[in-house]
């Protein structure tokens, strides 16, 4: 297996940090925009496979040139996910499998975006799922935590816990504090004001797929190992566009715990018009609002030697058991920032998206999963991803009974 | 009177639509960055005395130089305060005289930016008041509406209303609403910024200057005419520094009426580093993140149309009136958004800003006001200010009696 990582950001440099001390590849060509980034990243990990490249994400000529002269087998998009596209479609154009984290991004409805969906997430990668397929080639899309983790997880439950599912509901919570800044976002404010400030999509069975307005169904969530009860709210994630198209439930949601203060700040910045990507002028130059807020904070990734706490994703589902009693469970998976800042020098909100994809490739590099066409994580098997998660990379997941409620 | 208009935002504009209706002057140059800007202000009044030029606002040798060419009398600053300097150095430098709305601005303490002053507002221009006055000439500075008509108040209160004063304390609050906007701040909102997040400063007689932390000291005043209660908080603001150097008072301070709302917007763009004017690279460009936050909001010189309410701009006064008995007053000035689209074309609160300085360069040209030196407006006779804006521009002022509250 010969991989090209598009982008050395936090998830990239992670990854690269994760992946060498695994067998299964034989070639990594670190590639970023800002050729000094991705030679940071392979000073880093000091492993003779690994190398450094120039790219750019935005031009699909520039991922297949690359792809092509490394002769790669798998692209491994690890860039915002504005730039999904180009490197998804110049994968494809250099006979190379290809992996995300995140999918091609959304359009709100025109008239109706708090109601009904416009173009949804992963659309446009979906939309050519039969010329990868015909071409016998993989694109294993939301391949990182949340998606990706997530959805193992609900291919797990429908497989082994469940004989009907009533809802697949994605749950993200942390106890995360950052020391010395008043406010400092442990992810991309990017991507996260693309998710929160989009219209949340929710799934049921008999409505299909349906938007809400931002912030939606507010509810409080009791994360396990100590993190505690955290208000979540709907938002727009790629598990609800993926869940139903390979498992069974009557509802599937994503609900994200971002707390009080974190809403306030997103709702201000969408008041003021600072979340917009349509670039203003200023002076004399043009730039994105968004670009200006994300240049302001720190980068995530840097912020991992200031953290405190523990990260939280997993998927809380509710249905009845393979008894055909009611069951209500929550499937997790949990890191704390001292344990991956020590073990791997990467702060754990980037440590936990970028496992996934690996473990992933090395599944998809010894056979235990393969396949064609466009596919999300709950198309394959989930036991010998969390059997490889837990045994191999020294990270477990967890699984939390909980008592049934009222049926809703 | 020959005047030089530095500025054609809405203030400007607002200034020349107001001077363009007396007889005062003979030429009035509109001056702007953008040439069109201005050549928009001049044909929007019509008059043979004003013409339009470019200015480089930045540069006090690009001032100087129009000045020289129009054989200027007059410098009218009216841009952003960050060129207060460069503007009143031209001014001088072509032997003008000088106006400006605001004052040069502050810089922090270093240590305790919340308890002492650093540089204050109009230090920079205080400081060569000697070479003025030496050279005959004026510069009358803070003649906007606040500072400007506030100061003419508080002459206006020490001359004829009070024996010995307490507090003088400018109150700014409004009822105005925008159409269409989430939010639309109804004033320059980099100004704003500026203001309302550097610390407040406070005079008290046995103290002097000093400062606090932003938004303290809130408190419900009763605005009248209809506008009713806003919560008001202290804020940085040039009446506190000029009124002290020619008033008697045991205190000076100055609340802005902010409502929550607007209070939490500011917080959110400190807490985010996006009040800072300090260049962030953004791709390949740098760029103010205060700049940015401008350009992302509505033009407020351009929401007239969409405006409704009413703006109050006034100073509350306490202490002892000159029957000797405790005396509590509120002197004021209403502006209604209708009244001036429908007479002048310009919403309320840059009417009400602009107005001051065509009534004070009035006065000089007709000799009722004189002096040289770097004074502030409460260096002049109010009762020909306030006699001149209600009868020459029809634009009354109130003075309401309110029952003296317990001693602090």
């Known amino acids: 297996m010969r991989i090209l990582l598009v982008g050395s950001g936090g998830v990239g440099d992670a990854f690269a940090r994760i992946a060498v001390r ?138 082994h816990l469940f004989s009907q599912v009533d809802e697949l509901g994605t749950r993200d919570g942390s106890n995360l504090t950052v020391d010395g800044y008043e406010f400092a976002p442990s992810f991309s404010i990017w991507t996260t004001i693309e998710e929160c400030l989009n219209p949340p999509v929710v799934w049921e069975a008999d409505r299909g797929w349906f938007t809400t307005a931002p912030f939606s169904e507010p509810e409080v969530f009791d994360f396990p190992d100590g993190i505690g009860p955290v208000e979540c709210v709907n938002v727009e994630h790629e598990e609800v566009l993926l869940m139903p198209r390979w498992l069974d439930a009557k509802r599937v949601t994503f609900k994200y715990g971002l707390g009080e203060e974190f809403i306030d700040v997103l709702r201000t910045l969408h008041k003021l018009g600072l979340d917009s990507t349509e670039p203003v002028r200023v002076g004399g130059v043009q730039v994105s609002p968004r670009d200006v807020v994300a240049a302001c904070l720190p980068d995530p990734a840097g912020l991992g030697d200031r953290m405190h706490g523990k990260t939280c994703a997993g998927l809380w589902v509710t249905g009845t058991g393979t008894d055909g009693q009611p069951r209500e469970v929550y499937l997790y998976h949990v890191v704390d920032n001292d344990w991956s800042m020590q073990e791997y020098g990467a702060q754990c909100v980037v440590w936990q998206t970028a496992v996934n994809p690996v473990v992933a490739l090395e599944l998809l590099a010894t056979g235990a999963w393969s396949g064609s066409g466009v596919l999300g994580p709950e198309a394959f098997d989930a036991v010998p991803f969390l059997d490889l998660l837990r045994d191999g990379y020294g990270s477990p997941w967890g699984l939390r009974e909980q008592t049934p409620g009222p049926a809703s």
Do not use: I, K
């Open 22 to 159: 695994r067998p299964f590849f034989e070639q990594l060509v670190v590639a970023d925009y800002d050729l000094a980034r991705a030679e940071r990243t392979v000073a880093a990990v000091d492993d003779p496979r690994v190398l450094a490249a120039q790219v750019d994400a935005s031009s699909a000529q520039s991922v297949t040139d690359l792809a092509r002269a490394h002769q790669v087998t798998h692209v491994m998009n690890a860039v915002d996910p504005r730039f999904v596209m180009p490197v998804f479609e110049g994968a494809f154009a250099a006979g190379a499998d290809y992996l995300d984290m995140a999918m091609s991004l959304s359009q709100p409805h025109p008239e109706h975006p708090h109601r009904q969906t416009g173009v949804m997430l992963g659309d446009e990668q979906f939309a050519v799922a039969t010329d990868w397929e015909a071409a016998g080639r993989l694109a294993l899309v939301g391949m990182g935590v949340e998606p990706g983790l997530s959805d193992v997880f609900a291919r797990y439950a429908c497989d």
